[in-house]
């Protein structure tokens, strides 16, 4: 199971490449233009919160590792981004890794700050859970880019 679950990042990696080498072509400006049909939010924002949900559940949450957050101001371009998803993509291998092939469906007990109980989760459900929160949020950047003027590229696993 490990490597399909590799391969399934590996399709991730490639529609963020697309992704980011879009954004590469929209305005400096318009990357980091807040929207008011996204709560004041930019595209910009909206990578590095996706990026932040990965260091925050499988580093500070399922590794427990003191993977700090980064704030919009420290990740002004689709430069800085890319240099941060490589980070993204070392964690993701390092979660992967301390995995053992047989335990992707073994529940346990997770603790999350913000919350008054702990949540049972799976291996397979965190991971189910970042790459749809990415799919997610990388839809609305596309949307976010169509509002400023942009039409976007085909950027999902499967392109034409």
């Known amino acids: 199971m490990l490597d399909i679950l590799k391969a399934q990042y590996a399709m991730v ?28 939010k930019s595209m910009r924002d909206l990578l590095l919160h996706v990026a932040n949900t990965y ?12 993977y700090p957050l980064h704030e919009p101001d420290a990740v002004p371009d689709v430069a800085t981004l890319r240099e941060l998803f490589q980070e993204i993509d070392g964690l993701v291998a390092s979660f992967c890794a301390a995995i053992d092939e047989d335990d992707w469906q ?42 400023l003027g942009y039409t976007p590229v085909d950027t999902d696993v499967i392109r034409f």
């Open 13 to 40: 990696q490639s529609a963020r490449i697309a992704l980011l080498n879009y954004c590469a072509t929209v305005s400096e400006a318009d990357f980091v233009k807040p929207l008011p049909e996204f709560v004041d």
């Open 55 to 66: 260091r925050s559940w499988l580093g500070r949450i399922a590794q427990g590792q003191p």
């Open 106 to 147: 073994l529940a346990e007990d997770i603790t999350v700050a913000s919350l008054d109980r702990p949540l049972r989760l799976t291996p397979l459900e965190l991971f189910m859970h970042i790459i749809t929160h990415e799919f997610h949020h990388k839809g609305q950047v596309l949307t976010m880019s169509r509002q």
